[in-house]
């Protein structure tokens, strides 16, 4: 899938967005346990080393706290500005 995001950093990704209603944070409460089984599973944990497993699963139940601590907030701030924009209509290459 091809990613093409506004800002280059996710925290500055997400002050775009101005509603997280839509966001049911209590079904990606197993989010992590999820990741680590599905990449733990037979025929996958070959390619992953544990370390590697935890650490993804980490990063995302992170950022899926931070979004819902962000979420939380009475009044979101949106930033309009250029600062820290995404210089050239290209998807990242991983």
Known sequence: MECKPFKKHHTEQLKLV????WID?????DVGELITKTLSAEGVKEYM???????IAEMVNR????????????????TDSTEDDVEENIAQDY
């Not at 101005?18 to 209603?21: A, E, L, M, V």
């Not at 944070?25 to 409460?29: I, N, P, T, V």
């Open 18 to 21: 101005s509603d997280f209603s």
């Open 25 to 29: 944070f209590d079904r990606l409460a």
């Open 63 to 78: 950022r899926i706290q931070n979004l819902m601590q962000l979420s939380m907030k009475k009044v979101l701030v949106q």
């Open 49 to 55: 080393d544990d370390g590697r497993i935890k650490a």
